[in-house]
């Protein structure tokens, strides 16, 4: 009898615990894809415009030379290598402009790259 009592609380304890892991993924919101192409000298898009609180996979593509982009305000960076992606997921937790600056020189007109972020409501 004590082997059935222990035996139904762990089930019970096991699918209490699963739904409330599969209620909590729900209450997430998916994280937003945002793709970049960097090439010497201009991230195209150049602006982009995000959701606060929304998560976001910012998936950065070099077209040519390595590149790097940092938004200073956001505590996010990621680097690229030549004809390579790199990837950073964050979620913006305030709104405002920010400006992404380059973080990896990629050669004479690298001080105009800049890549900007509107994070809104």
């Known amino acids: 009898m004590k082997k059935?009592?222990?035996?139904?609380t762990l089930?019970?304890?096991?699918?209490?615990?699963?739904?409330?892991v599969n209620l909590r993924a729900w209450g997430e919101s998916p994280a937003r894809r945002v793709e970049v192409s960097a090439r010497r000298?201009?991230?195209d898009p150049a602006e982009i415009t995000l959701k606060m609180g929304q998560p976001v996979v910012l998936v950065v593509r070099s077209a040519?030379?390595?590149h790097g982009l940092r938004?200073?305000?956001?505590?996010?960076?990621?680097?690229?290598r030549a004809h390579n992606t790199a990837e950073v997921q964050f979620t913006p937790q305030k709104t405002g402009d920010f400006v992404g600056h380059r973080s990896v020189?990629?050669?004479s007109g690298h001080g105009?790259?800049?890549l900007k972020l509107h994070v809104v409501d």
């Open 4 to 8: 059935r009592v222990l035996l139904l």
């Open 11 to 20: 089930l019970f304890g096991a699918f209490t615990l699963l739904n409330l």
């Open 41 to 43: 000298y201009s991230f």
């Open 64 to 66: 040519d030379v390595a």
């Open 71 to 80: 938004f200073r305000d956001l505590n996010v960076e990621v680097k690229v």
């Open 105 to 107: 020189f990629c050669g």
């Open 112 to 114: 105009s790259m800049t």
